[in-house]
């Protein structure tokens, strides 16, 4: 992935961690705040970790668990569809946005941030070659680990 795409999707990832869930107040019982439960902490928290270290595949199983804990977490579903981006697999980052969608009939941050990154995703895919930089680094810092409600 390119430079230019990387940097967008890190600044987009730490930026979604520190915003409210939703502008309507939250989903599913109104909290606005962020909907772990369980192992939903932990799992979002290793992958993050496993984010840094580049290993995508891993993080998705893990951001996947976080996801069973909280079907309705915003937050998690842009994540998930911000690493689907850096795995070069933006049909699974548009079913992701397609989640947010659904979750955020009238947007939210989240769904902002996602369809965002899966556009500049694709107008730097269509880029001549020799404007990308071929230097991918893992983010400098992850986003906050959400908590629990």
């Known amino acids: 992935m390119n430079k230019t795409i990387f940097v967008a999707v890190c600044c987009a990832l730490s930026l979604f961690c520190a915003a409210p869930v ?19 902490i932990d799992d979002y928290s290793v992958a993050v970790s496993l984010i840094r270290q580049e290993k995508y595949e891993k993080a998705t199983v893990y951001l996947d668990r976080a996801l069973k804990s909280s079907p309705h977490n915003a937050n998690v579903l842009n994540y998930l569809g911000e690493l689907y981006l850096m795995m070069h697999n933006s049909a699974s980052a548009k079913e992701q946005l397609a989640e947010l969608t659904r979750l955020c009939p009238d947007g939210c941050e989240e769904r902002d941030l996602l369809t ?3 556009a500049d995703y694709h107008a730097a895919a269509t880029q001549p070659a020799t404007a990308q930089p071929a230097v991918q680094t893992a983010p400098a810092q992850a986003p906050e680990t959400p908590t629990q409600q």
């Open 22 to 40: 939703c502008a309507s107040g939250g989903y599913g019982g109104g909290s606005g705040g962020m909907m772990m439960g369980g192992g939903g």
């Open 116 to 118: 965002k990154a899966i």
